[in-house]
């Protein structure tokens, strides 16, 4: 069975300069819209945004799975599968089309672009995110019985597999609640590599700071513990 529509779905906070040259790199033609997503941003990234083409809509309540979530609730609902990448300019768009394909063809419900299997620009990620990958998918291997290696930002879903995931981890926790829930319901699960650059601009709201980092790992750790845990 083939899937038809994919949406597009960036969260933005602040990345004024680094959302059009994301844009413009896109290949627009392999999905059907792009939504942006201003999770409150201070400076000029909607109207960036829109100049480059993309459906902006604003959800002020930050968090990055609340952006995200915001995204797939304004998506068209004639479009049955759900693309997600960071805005910053750290994906390599081209990527993108190497993990729709397997959902759109109806052979996977799930496809994580892995940045620890792929090629990594040097400093595009720190020794201790690489670390909290790593311990991620041992806990999820060892508890779940699924391998991951990565928690990145790219990421393709059929809509029907969203849905029955009912995500409700609405902070950095989002993309290490979705592969969890993946793995606890059975579904069809890949994982592709992707590239990894240094963002093009602006500061990480992860790893920008020492706070940032902290608050992000303490988040992640929680939601990580909670699932294994209780994996039924």
């Not at 190497?98 to 799930?110: E, K, N, S, T, W």
């Not at 990145?152 to 979705?178: D, K, Q």
Request: hydrophobic share 40%; net charge positive; proline share 4%.
């Amino acid at each position: 069975m083939t899937l038809q529509g994919v949406s597009l779905i960036i969260p933005a906070l602040n990345e004024a300069e680094a959302i059009g040259p994301t844009l413009r790199e896109l290949p627009w033609g392999i999905f059907d819209e792009c939504i942006v997503v201003d999770n409150g941003s201070t400076d000029g990234t909607a109207e960036e945004a829109l100049r480059n083409g993309a459906r902006v809509i604003r959800e002020r309540r930050r968090g990055y799975g609340r952006a995200c979530h915001s995204g797939v609730l304004a998506a068209n609902r004639d479009c049955q599968v759900l693309a997600f990448m960071d805005a910053d300019g750290s994906d390599v768009p081209s990527d993108l089309a190497r993990l729709i394909q397997p959902v759109v063809a109806g052979q996977a419900d799930f496809v994580l672009g892995s940045r620890i299997l792929g090629t990594r620009e040097p400093g595009s990620l720190l020794p201790s995110q690489v670390f909290a990958a790593g311990l991620a998918g041992m806990l999820m291997r060892l508890r779940l019985g699924v391998r991951y290696t990565d928690m990145g930002p790219m990421r393709v879903i059929s809509r029907s597999a969203f849905e029955s995931i009912r995500m409700s981890e609405m902070t950095y926790g989002w993309n290490l609640e979705m592969q969890v829930r993946a793995a606890q319901l059975r579904l069809r699960v890949q994982e592709a590599p992707t590239g990894c650059r240094r963002r093009r601009a602006g500061v990480s709201k992860v790893s920008g700071s020492v706070t940032g980092s902290l608050r992000a790992t303490a988040r992640i750790m929680q939601v990580l513990l909670r699932a294994v845990a209780t994996p039924e």
